[in-house]
């Protein structure tokens, strides 16, 4: 069974970078798409960025295109999202997922296994 776990949250000033990891302590992740969704305060959750199972393809939502980047180490069980030029909005918890569909799906209802979710948090 999936066990999702979020890790690499934290503060970071406008403009500044973080890098978030998506681990199953399971070790079965390679079997599944991963998507990434967040939700600030008093904010319905919204989609961030999926990648398939195989890493060969990737969807972003507008708002963080060409800013986020969403890759995999199948080797490792891990994906990663690179986030670079962070703002203010970003601010958010953090959700990983898994899709045993395999898709890039922006539906979270596509996603069977949630992490706990990592706090962001963008200072001004």
């Known amino acids: 069974q999936v066990q999702v776990v979020e890790s690499g949250g934290g503060v970071v000033q406008a403009g500044g970078s973080l890098k978030l990891s998506c681990a199953d302590s399971?070790?079965?992740?390679?079997?599944?798409?991963v998507g990434w969704f967040r939700q600030a305060p008093g904010k319905e959750r919204e989609f961030v960025a999926a990648?398939?199972?195989?890493?060969?393809?990737?969807y972003y939502a507008d708002s963080v295109k060409g800013r986020f980047t969403l890759a995999r180490d199948n080797a490792k069980d891990t994906a990663y999202l690179q986030m670079s030029s962070l703002k203010p909005e970003d601010t958010a918890v953090y959700y990983c997922?898994?899709?045993?569909?395999?898709?890039?799906?922006?539906?979270?209802?596509?996603?069977?296994?949630w992490g706990q979710g990592t706090q962001v948090t963008v200072s001004s």
């Open positions: 997922a898994a899709n045993p569909w395999g898709g890039t799906s922006t539906d979270s209802d596509s996603y069977n296994y």
């Open positions: 990648i398939s199972w195989s890493g060969d393809h990737t």
């Open positions: 399971g070790g079965t992740l390679t079997n599944y798409a």
